[in-house]
């Protein structure tokens, strides 16, 4: 049965497991999650653990709810399917089945479902089966797709086809409050990357320990972009003036000129402990061909990160990809993520490794 209205309802009938898949193919991601209120009053979820607090449930106890993955990560394209099982719906005076457009609500992008191609597929284990088509012209970045209630004479499933901003969401969907938009972990593992669909790029290097560690970025920038004029410094020292180099304490880079990369301050300088946080940001992601973030361990190179607390969180928009320095192998460098701007679409990929000797953005680029 295909319920196309919007308020359109039918009886599920009884049930040992029902399945609920968002199917898509678009260059998208998209996040299948549900959120229920209990008969006693108590609001949860489950949605992608990529997510900070998220868990996927399960079927075997409460809330008898169980989601199959993540699928579409970074927008890929191609036969993406999310599902969540449902075992059992008796404890539960509601259950919300929703779709998050992770992509655009992390970019800010002014994007409808109607943009892509998904739908939603209800099926018991009896035979039922329901569609509901995911298709509105309606701006906002969640749909909430269907809702279960349980009356006198069994569930029911209304296609609530209901579009809304991320706030709204998380205030009108009882549980969704939990959820936070800009904690969606996107490179999980090394060589994983996904696309940068805004300029607004940073990146923060967080420590306690009694240590100075330094936060650089090497680049290349575009070429044709003019490079800068030699100080009188470097004409002193006759010092060459290419497209690459670097930002870090000896050099903070500028907000407004080039680069277009600079660091806020030296933090935990002479090993000093306490709230200590260097910063990075990119203000003209446009020149800038290749950008590799990087941390040290000042002055000591035998050491290793994990003797320390150090933590890089890369931010671009409102998505948020924190990287912990625990590698216990030698070395007073770890190369994070690579910025890839060579191409049409601008990529962010995960390096995550150490090294005992200063990286390169040459052989970072080889690398990838």
């Not at 299948?32 to 992608?48: H, I, N, P, Q």
């Not at 991320?166 to 549980?175: C, H, I």
Request: aromatic residues 8%; glycine residues 10%; hydrophobic residues 35%.
């Amino acid at each position: 049965m295909e319920l196309k209205q919007k308020g359109a309802d039918a009886m599920v009938g009884s049930f040992k497991q029902m399945q609920i898949s968002l199917i898509w193919s678009s260059g998208v991601d998209l996040d299948l999650m549900a959120f229920y209120k209990t008969k006693d009053g108590k609001v949860g979820g489950v949605w992608s653990p990529n997510y900070t607090g998220g868990s996927k449930g399960t079927v075997e106890q409460f809330p008898y709810i169980e989601l199959s993955g993540d699928q579409g990560v970074g927008a890929a394209a191609g036969k993406n399917r999310e599902e969540i099982r449902v075992a059992k719906l008796d404890d539960l005076e509601s259950l919300y089945i929703c779709a998050l457009n992770f992509t655009d609500a992390s970019s800010g992008a002014e994007k409808t479902f109607a943009d892509y191609d998904a739908h939603v597929e209800v099926v018991t284990d009896t035979g039922d089966t329901h569609t509901v088509a995911l298709d509105s012209n309606e701006s906002g970045h969640v749909a909430v797709l269907c809702r279960f209630t349980g009356t006198f004479m069994g569930t029911s499933i209304v296609n609530s086809s209901d579009v809304m901003d991320f706030k709204t969401f998380q205030t009108s969907v009882p549980g969704a409050g939990a959820l936070k938009l800009s904690s969606k972990i996107v490179l999980k593992q090394k060589g994983a990357s996904t696309s940068l669909l805004t300029n607004d790029f940073q990146a923060t290097l967080r420590w306690k320990a009694s240590v100075d560690l330094d936060l650089y970025c090497f680049y290349r920038i575009k070429d044709g972009i003019e490079l800068p004029k030699k100080g009188f410094l470097g004409k002193i020292l006759k010092k060459n003036i290419s497209n690459e180099g670097e930002v870090s304490f000896m050099d903070r880079g500028s907000k407004k000129g080039w680069p277009w990369i600079w660091l806020d301050k030296d933090a935990g300088v002479g090993d000093r402990g306490g709230d200590n946080e260097e910063n990075i940001y990119f203000t003209d992601l446009e020149k800038i061909e290749y950008a590799m973030i990087a941390a040290n361990i000042f002055n000591k190179p035998n050491a290793n990160f994990a003797s320390y607390d150090g933590t890089v969180i890369v931010r671009c928009g409102q998505q948020e990809i924190e990287v912990p320095l625990v590698e216990k192998v030698p070395g007073a460098w770890c190369v994070i993520a690579m910025i890839d701007n060579s191409k049409l679409k601008k990529q962010l990929i995960n390096m995550n490794r150490t090294s005992v000797k200063r990286p390169s953005i040459e052989e970072c680029i080889e690398e990838t």
